[in-house]
């Protein structure tokens, strides 16, 4: 529904705004919402998102 894909883009953004300073300006990212992100929620989005940033060689110490 709207409302859910609503409050899923919500957490993209927060998620973005918290990593945002940690990221270089240059970086582009897609992200794409599959069928399981409500039931995963906003903290293991984060996590996730976390991990792979730190896999990329990102600064990943900052926040945990």
């Known amino acids: ?3 859910v894909r609503n409050k899923i883009k ?3 953004r927060r998620i973005f705004q918290d990593f945002r300073k940690e990221l270089p300006e240059s970086l582009s990212m897609i992200w ?3 069928g399981v992100t409500e ?3 906003y903290h293991t989005i984060a996590r996730e998102l976390r991990s792979i940033l730190c896999k990329e060689g ?3 110490e900052t926040k945990k």
């Open 1 to 3: 529904t709207a409302v």
């Open 10 to 12: 919500r957490w993209y």
């Open 32 to 34: 794409i919402a599959r």
């Open 39 to 41: 039931q995963a929620g």
């Open 58 to 60: 990102f600064d990943c």
